[in-house]
């Protein structure tokens, strides 16, 4: 078995023996998150009511995330420590060696993407996002199940690797080496709304790529050669290895990595606490408007 690293098709995972994938469903719902395990977010219930088989269910919140650290200045989503996320893979029983799929809705993949960035940040390279996401397996005709799925537990350690991310937020200032890509819509970007933080705009100098630009309109990715020429446009004579994306909270972000991946521009980084973390200081200077390029 050929194991993928970034997309994978909806025959492709159809193929997959049981024994041999992780499966993830990673819906999730910004703005209907759930308060507690009595009031569960849309996604998990989306996930109760209907998944594909042998999939466990991921919050970003309390699984891709640590929100007891928001206070720290690291964003609305600040990672998860190395700890908990061995404890999440453990719950999962991932073992070295499997494929692991993870999907969302086809808004975007957005918490898979999370998902997909925070195993390869653990070293796992196995892992895949279900091109086309939920609906596109479900347009496939393909079997779905409901309720809650628990694998037996297996002992993980993991480790991050701290060269893949930046939570410093001076290291953004001043520094021409380096293209910083937001990956919000363009309104947020610009600072022209901003529906979630507190202040709207963005890290002066950044430039803007929107994730949904990484997408077809029935919501799969674009050919790996399209994306290349539209990231290089942005890149200029800059190395992939210049490029340290960011979002609102660390999240989107990582559909921008994915993408680039996919592209075959490897080596860029992800700005973890994001825009929600770089205005948690209102010292930190505040751009509007388009940034040339």
């Known amino acids: 078995m050929t194991l993928k690293t970034t997309l994978i098709d909806v025959q492709e995972l159809a193929a997959l023996a049981p024994a041999d994938v992780l499966i993830v469903d990673c819906r999730f719902e910004l703005m209907a998150p759930g308060t507690g395990e009595r009031d569960v977010g849309k996604g998990e219930r989306d996930y ?3 998944h594909i088989p042998g999939a466990v269910y991921a919050s970003l919140d309390t699984d891709l995330s640590d929100l007891a650290r928001k206070a720290q200045g690291l964003g609305r989503h600040p990672l998860p420590l190395e700890a908990a996320f061995s404890e999440v893979l ?8 499997m494929q692991v799929v993870c999907y969302d809705a086809a808004n975007g993949s957005l918490a898979a993407a999370r998902l997909w960035w925070l195993l390869r940040l653990a070293g796992i390279r196995d892992v895949a996002v279900l091109d086309g996401g939920y609906q596109a397996w479900v347009a496939a005709g393909m079997p779905v199940e409901s309720g ?15 060269e893949q991310y930046l939570v410093e937020h001076d290291l953004l200032r001043n520094d021409p080496a380096r ?3 937001d990956a919000r819509a363009a309104p947020r970007y610009r600072g022209e709304v901003e529906p979630i933080d507190p202040v709207g705009g963005h890290v002066p100098g950044a430039l803007n790529r929107p994730f949904a630009e990484n997408l077809r309109e029935d919501g799969r990715f674009k050919q790996a050669d399209v994306l290349r020429q539209e990231f290089q446009a942005l890149l200029g004579a800059h190395a992939s290895s210049d490029v340290v994306h960011m979002c609102g909270s660390g999240v989107t972000a990582c559909h921008n990595l994915l993408a680039m991946e996919h592209a075959g521009l490897g080596g860029s980084r992800l700005y973890a606490p994001s825009w929600s973390g770089w205005v948690s200081d209102a010292s930190r200077p505040v751009a509007k408007g388009s940034e040339p390029g």
Do not use: I, T
Not at 90 to 97: L, N, P, Q, T, V
Not at 150 to 157: D, G
């Open 48 to 50: 109760r009511d209907g």
């Open 90 to 97: 453990s719950r999962w029983a991932w073992h070295e060696g």
């Open 179 to 181: 293209v910083l890509l």
């Open 148 to 162: 809650d799925v628990h694998r037996e537990p297996r002992p993980v350690s993991v480790y991050f690797d701290a």
